[in-house]
């Protein structure tokens, strides 16, 4: 079929413009769908870090920890009189996280500079949020957790929980430490680093509906292949594989990529755009349907006749929806990606079993030379594939 409600067409579905092909049925069908899309998924609350602290143990010394994971707990119960519902939780960690509610896994991250956000279902009385928080790399470094929680009630109000010298740590990570019974009257209080946006750590990324999207925070990415700021001309294949937390379910992403030399983006095996000059970046809007799992595949090439520069870069915002709440989560090209020296047959296919692949290679955050700050930022580029990349489903 080639039109699947903005799959092989995602500039369509931007503009809710059609191709005359389209019968006014079908038509009709996609509007309706999508502005019952609009009004089933709320948009996302405006939660915020403003009153946030960054927390960690009493381990930091000159502004470094540890490379060590550590656990952190906070305690809730509902003032008299109140029933909670629900959680909405934005957070990061320096350097990765897993965070639980009430002995339930709800979700990771492992870029402080984006902070993820959830979405979960509360008990009528007491409730824990915990978080397993590692301090990664090879050396002591700065490490630190930021959140804050809106909490909904059955009465339609809300309060906000944020994290400050309220948590508690413990310098190890107790088995069942996550559950709600678990006793931790003997852990310390955590201890605060300073206000959000105090140094190292700045300003983070916030992910609203729709998302807002920067290149800032990405790392140009490629092959191993690259030596001396070159790599070998020719075609390479990159994967990011997104699973959602129990009860969400991804409902749409943006997406903005550019490549030096060119580029052609699958989700979900279904052909997105291309783009084929590296200081022009394209943005894309495009619905998910239901799925365990949410794959970007990039057939990428480095073009002319001799090894040169070569890189891809993105940021991605996925938005899911579930609980009666909007939630979503941020990525972008970094260390995380899968990288191959080839483009295997059916790679691009959600189905495709990328597990021997290596992870992509980072050669630097954006604004690197040779690329520099200079890449512009606008609409969808073509839905059809560049030389040699394989069609869309």
């Known amino acids: 079929m080639d039109e699947y409600f903005g799959y092989k067409r995602p500039r369509l579905y ?15 069908l996609f509007l309706t769908l999508a502005f019952a899309a609009l009004s089933v998924f709320p948009l996302i609350s405006a939660l915020d870090f403003d009153e946030s602290t960054w927390i960690w143990t009493n381990e930091v010394s000159g502004g470094n920890a540890p490379v060590s994971t550590r656990a952190f707990r906070k305690d809730f119960t509902a003032p008299l009189g109140k029933t909670p519902v629900q959680a909405e939780i934005i957070m990061t960690v320096d350097s990765s996280f897993t965070l639980y509610v009430n002995g339930i896994a709800v979700g990771t991250g492992d870029n402080y500079l984006v902070a993820e956000r959830f979405c979960a279902s509360l008990s009528p009385c007491l409730n824990v949020f915990a978080v397993t928080a590692t301090n990664g790399g090879t050396i002591a470094n700065p490490a630190g957790l930021l959140a804050a929680i809106q909490i909904t009630y ?9 994290s400050d010298s309220t948590w508690r740590y413990s310098i190890s990570v107790p088995s069942g430490y996550e559950q709600l019974t678990y006793d931790d009257n003997s852990w310390k209080p955590a201890i605060a680093e300073g206000a959000y946006g105090v140094g190292p750590w ?17 790392d140009w990415i490629w092959t191993s292949e690259v030596s001396g700021g070159n790599a070998p001309v020719g075609n390479r294949a990159f994967r990011l594989t997104y699973t959602p937390p129990p009860g969400q379910t991804p409902t749409n992403a943006t997406v903005i990529m550019v490549a030096d030399s060119a580029y052609t983006l699958y989700v979900n095996g279904y052909l997105i755009g291309s783009g084929t000059d590296y200081q022009n970046a394209q943005t894309y809007s495009i619905p998910l349907a239901p799925a365990n799992e949410t794959v970007f595949a990039v057939f990428a090439q480095n073009g002319v006749t001799v090894p040169n ?11 899911t929806a579930g609980c009666n709440c909007t939630a979503g989560v941020m990525f972008v090209t970094d260390g995380g990606w899968k990288s191959n020296t080839g483009t295997p ?42 030389s040699g990349a394989p069609p869309g489903l």
């Open 14 to 28: 931007q503009s809710l413009s059609f191709n005359t092909s389209f019968s006014g049925m079908v038509r009709k």
């Open 345 to 386: 047959a059916g790679f691009q296919l959600p189905g495709y079993d990328d597990s021997t692949w290596p992870a992509a290679t980072v050669e630097g955050v954006f604004g690197i030379a040779p690329w520099g700050n200079d890449v512009a930022v606008g609409g969808p580029g073509p839905a059809t594939p560049i």
């Open 202 to 218: 700045g300003q983070i990324s916030i992910l609203s509906n729709p998302p807002v999207l920067s290149l800032s925070n990405a």
């Open 154 to 162: 059955s009465d339609g109000t809300t309060s906000t929980i944020v």
């Open 309 to 319: 520069p070569a890189g891809l870069l993105a940021a991605i915002g996925i938005i």
